[in-house]
Nanobody, 124 residues
Framework: QVQLVESGGGLVQAGAPLRLSCAAS????????MGWFRQAPGKERVFVAG????????YYADSVKGRFTISRDNAENTVYLQMNSLKPEDTAVYYC?????????????????WGKGTLVTVSS
């Protein structure tokens, strides 16, 4: 049974850093794309950051470029999201996801497995 478990969320002040982790189990995902998405209250879930299986390429939403960094440890089956210079508008539930084999985009429909999410709240 595949499981993705996010951790690291919490309440922080604007400008502070936070690091999210997503531990995968039930399968080895070293050859799959993995990504982070977020859903703010009353809004749709959107792509935040993604990483290829080879760790050669990373992808970011314009809203987080230069502030967030995605990384992965294939040996640990874990993906991370380092978030710096957090803003109140970054407040959301953050989800990690594993892309379908062969996926070439970061649409929600391209993701195969989802975690349950971790809440990040940024106060002003």
């Amino acid at each position: 049974q595949v499981q993705l478990v996010e951790s690291g969320g919490g309440l922080v002040q604007a400008g502070a850093p936070l690091r999210l982790s997503c531990a995968a189990s039930g399968r080895t995902f070293s050859t799959y794309r993995m990504g982070w998405f977020r859903q703010a209250p009353g809004k749709e879930r959107v792509f935040v950051a993604g990483i290829s299986w080879s760790v050669v390429r990373t992808y970011y939403a314009d809203s987080v470029k230069g502030r967030f960094t995605i990384s992965r440890d294939n040996a640990e089956n874990t993906v991370y999201l380092q978030m710096n210079s957090l803003k109140p508008e970054d407040t959301a539930v953050y989800y990690c996801a594993v892309a379908r084999p062969g996926a070439t985009n970061w649409f929600l429909s391209a993701m195969d497995y989802w975690g349950k999410g971790t809440l990040v709240t940024v106060s002003s």
